[in-house]
């Protein structure tokens, strides 16, 4: 999958991370899940491509209409992945029914994590998928400072 936008950035979701998703998705049977974006930024720094995904931490907080991931646990493995050369690229997390419009909490999540220095992510990406249908329902956003950029699925690849 690869969104872009009008300025010419792109995100890339590998098949294999998708279907990493999918997995966590459909493992709860109703309700939000999400987790974070792992993976690496092109030469000119003009596409995230995200090369892993985890689902939820061990103390994340799950209700039908709002996930709340908690960090504990997941250090260890951006530690990990740090050392080979991937790096927190952002979130994803599913919305009930057809849904991927990112909540007015979510980019404010967002917007918290892109000015936190424990991420280390100034423009983190968001990704949000409708669990009825994720292949057809997802949005991707990149979030700046207080601006949030909407990017346009390009390929279903
Ligand atoms: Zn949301």
Redesign the pocket.
Known sequence: MIWKSTNGMYVEMTEGVFTSIMEYVLSRKRG?TGGILIGNYSDDLSTATILSASGPGPRSLFGLFS?TRRPIGLQAELDEEFISGRYYLGEW?C?PGTNCT??FQ?IRQMQAISRSPSYNCPEPILI?FGRSSPYDFNSASIVKGNGVVKLERVSSG
Request: proline share 12%.
């Open positions: 939000e996930f997390h919305h990112p909540s979510d949000v």
